[in-house]
Nanobody, 126 residues
Framework: QVQLVESGGGSAQAGGSLRLSCAVFGVDYRWFCMGWFRQAPGKEREWVAGTSGGDSTYYADFLKGRFTVSQDNAKNTVYLQMNSLKPEDTAMYYC????????????????????WGQGTQVTVSS
């Protein structure tokens, strides 16, 4: 069974760091565009970052270098390292898998992602 399982969320102070994990089961993640999204209360879900082919990475402009996507091929897991956290980063974070070419074309198009994880909550306090 193909599934995505996120972990690593929690609480942090502003300026702190968290690392989210997205473990992929049942398929090699490198075949897909793996996207990270987030949804804050009362707001639409937005694309944060993505990776494809096991090495290429893509980021939303608003991050300004604070977040980094990495991969562990042996663990079939994708990570989102979040540094310099701000209260506005508070949201439910999701990973999703879509067609491999998606990351280099329209990675923010949620409709193109076929599989979603259950999400992990990140709360940043000031």
């Amino acid at each position: 069974q193909v599934q995505l399982v996120e972990s690593g969320g929690g609480s942090a102070q502003a300026g702190g760091s968290l690392r989210l994990s997205c473990a992929v089961f049942g398929v090699d993640y490198r075949w897909f565009c793996m996207g990270w999204f987030r949804q804050a209360p009362g707001k639409e879900r937005e694309w944060v970052a993505g990776t494809s082919g096991g090495d290429s990475t893509y980021y939303a402009d608003f991050l300004k270098g604070r977040f980094t996507v990495s991969q562990d091929n042996a663990k079939n897991t994708v990570y989102l390292q979040m540094n310099s956290l701000k209260p506005e980063d508070t949201a439910m974070y999701y990973c999703a898998a879509g067609p491999g070419a998606l990351c280099s074309s329209t990675p923010a198009d949620m409709r193109q992602y076929n599989l979603w994880g259950q999400g992990t909550q990140v709360t940043v306090s000031s």
